[in-house]
């Protein structure tokens, strides 16, 4: 059962540029990683602070090897200064 991500990130003002850069160095590696369908990232066009990023993996196990890779883990610490509140994630099951 393949698993899919959306998740919404908000930056702070003036960090948008940082966070869209943060963002395209993890891609390439997520795609790498073992179980890895699909990562795309988007920025809004009406609000250039806010990014939606749509990821999908093979299965949940998939999904808890890419959150204990240390890219993964590097790319969570380097969000903290640069993220206004929490990321909104949601998980679907494919369906079709």
Partial sequence: M???IAAT???LEGKGD???QELRK???KVRKDEGALMY???RSIEDPLKF???EKYESPDAIKYH???SHFKEFSS???PLIDGRIDVQRYSELA
């Fill in 26 to 28: 993890l891609a390439p």
């Fill in 78 to 80: 380097a969000l903290k």
């Fill in 9 to 11: 990130i908000k930056a």
């Fill in 2 to 4: 393949s698993v899919v």
């Fill in 40 to 42: 795309v990232i988007h």
């Fill in 67 to 69: 959150v204990a890779t």
């Fill in 52 to 54: 939606f990023v749509y």
């Fill in 18 to 20: 940082a966070l869209e």
